[in-house]
């Protein structure tokens, strides 16, 4: 089993709509949780990051965390067309070293 | 903003070449790390650097790769010996103290070996 798996998409959606993006994985040692965005040609952009289970939000971005079924989300409200971007959930269980899931593809359609 | 920048945004070498890759991390940071990724897959950490020594290497990084600070202000990659398997995206970051949450990473480097 990998340790990170994600839905590679691509996952397309109306703008306006909420997006609900996934990721589940192997490794209970994992503390640290993220999300990235990153458009194309650019580097990864740290979005969302926790260290609990639970739910943590900023703005339209709402991060949720369940250790119990190792499993973690992003939900995104009132999607727009800038959006769109490949989305990358990563995990550490250390304070350095990053694990990064495949990442999805998002399209918001205008 | 201050920002991670690399040099060269492609290179492209033929195979068994030496190419070094180049990153000036943001200038108060303290750590710095490589990372890459494979046209299609995930991006994969390569290497961390700290106080002049690498903290911790992922298998990837074998004795092809080398990481330096010769300087205050660059970081580098060094691949010895490309392969054709070393074509990537590679990517540096850099963080003030040892968290996963405060690494800023650059625009990447694209490496095509041939």
């Known amino acids: 089993q990998k340790e990170v798996e994600q839905d590679p998409g691509p996952l397309s959606v109306p703008e306006g709509a909420i997006v609900s993006l996934n990721c589940t994985y192997s490794n209970s040692a994992f503390q640290y949780f993220m999300w990235y965005r990153q458009y194309s040609r650019k580097g990864p952009e740290l979005l969302m990051y926790?260290?609990?289970?639970g739910n943590k939000e900023d703005g339209r971005f709402t991060a949720q965390v369940d250790k119990s079924s190792k499993y973690i989300s992003l939900f995104i409200r009132d999607s727009q067309p800038s959006d769109s971007a490949t989305y990358l959930c990563?995990?550490?269980?250390?304070?350095?070293?990053?694990?990064f899931g495949k990442g999805t593809r998002l399209h918001i359609l205008p | 903003e201050p920002e991670v920048t690399q040099t060269p945004s492609h290179q492209v070498t033929q195979m068994g070449q030496e190419v070094i890759l180049r990153c000036v991390p943001i200038s108060n940071h303290l750590y710095f790390y490589w990372y890459r990724q494979i046209l299609g897959q995930k991006v994969e950490f390569l290497v961390s650097f700290y106080n002049n020594e690498i903290s911790e290497k992922s298998e990837i990084f074998d004795d092809q790769f080398s990481v330096e600070r010769p300087d205050g202000s660059n970081f580098t990659l060094k691949i010895r010996s490309t392969k054709l398997e070393d074509s990537a995206m590679y990517f540096c970051a850099s963080s003030w103290e040892a968290g996963t949450d405060t690494q800023y990473f650059g625009p990447g480097t694209r490496l095509t070996v041939l």
């Open positions: 926790t260290y609990s289970s």
């Open positions: 990563a995990m550490s269980d250390r304070d350095d070293k990053i694990i």
